[in-house]
């Protein structure tokens, strides 16, 4: 994530408020994705809008780990999560620009979020080539951009992205003031023995 383009903390604060709850749900947009036990990412976390919330749905037995490149943010999500007694199912990392720092996650993630966060990525061809190998086969990506920032002529560009990295749409959402794509890492077919 290019640091000319990412959110303020400023802005990271309005974004976290409870207000935004009104209009944009945590539980309605990912509880269909979501199950207990599962291993989640949140890439652009911020201060854990959508990170709290995913951590109540995952439950005890499952993990979120949670990427942002700004280390005020992470400090402020891990805070909240600690208050929340969340903290022991979150697990934070502060990313940088060329590298999302998740070499040691590969095929551990059943579902992935990237929230506001692929116009502010300089790369999205690396952005979702490195999403693509957290995720076991199966495993799904959701993207929301707001629509006030990206065109959908960007957004079919996003896509394509995706597509090339490896993803697979799955379909399109409506989402107020969001435009947003639930995608899948495609299993691969099981190679039968040649005679």
Same mark, same amino acid.
């Given at each position: 994530?290019?640091?000319?383009?990412?959110?303020?903390?400023?802005?990271?604060?309005?974004?976290?408020?409870?207000?935004?709850?009104?209009?944009?749900?945590?539980?309605?947009?990912?509880?269909?994705?979501?199950?207990?036990?599962?291993?989640?990412?949140?890439?652009?976390?911020?201060?854990?809008?959508?990170?709290?919330?995913?951590?109540?749905?995952?439950?005890?037995?499952?993990?979120?780990?949670?990427?942002?490149?700004?280390?005020?943010?992470?400090?402020?999500?891990?805070?909240?999560?600690?208050?929340?007694?969340?903290?022991?199912?979150?697990?934070?990392?502060?990313?940088?620009?060329?590298?999302?720092?998740?070499?040691?996650?590969?095929?551990?993630?059943?579902?992935?979020?990237?929230?506001?966060?692929?116009?502010?990525?300089?790369? &999205? $061809?690396?952005? #979702?080539?490195?999403?693509?190998? +957290?995720?076991?086969?199966? /495993?799904?990506? %959701? *993207?929301? !951009?707001?629509?006030?920032?990206? &065109? $959908?002529?960007? #957004?079919?560009?996003?896509?394509? +992205?995706?597509?090339?990295? /490896?993803?697979? %749409? *799955?379909? !399109?959402?409506?989402?107020?003031?969001?435009?947003?794509?639930?995608?899948?890492?495609?299993?691969?077919?099981?190679?039968?023995?040649?005679?």
């Amino acid at each position: 994530m290019s640091e000319q383009h990412v959110c303020p903390v400023w802005v990271g604060h309005l974004l976290s408020s409870p207000l935004r709850k009104l209009f944009e749900n945590p539980f309605k947009i990912l509880s269909p994705y979501i199950k207990e036990g599962m291993t989640v990412i949140d890439a652009g976390c911020a201060m854990g809008f959508f990170s709290l919330p995913m951590a109540l749905m995952v439950g005890p037995n499952g993990k979120v780990i949670c990427i942002d490149m700004q280390e005020k943010m992470i400090s402020k999500l891990y805070r909240k999560a600690k208050k929340k007694n969340l903290n022991d199912r979150i697990e934070v990392r502060v990313c940088r620009q060329d590298s999302l720092r998740t070499d040691n996650l590969d095929g551990v993630a059943d579902f992935v979020l990237a929230s506001a966060v692929v116009h502010e990525v300089p790369d &999205s $061809s690396s952005f #979702f080539t490195q999403l693509f190998s +957290t995720l076991k086969e199966g /495993g799904a990506l %959701l *993207v929301i !951009e707001p629509s006030h920032h990206v &065109s $959908s002529e960007d #957004f079919s560009n996003t896509i394509k +992205t995706a597509s090339n990295a /490896g993803f697979t %749409l *799955v379909n !399109e959402l409506k989402l107020r003031r969001r435009i947003a794509a639930l995608l899948e890492k495609p299993a691969q077919p099981e190679m039968k023995p040649s005679l």
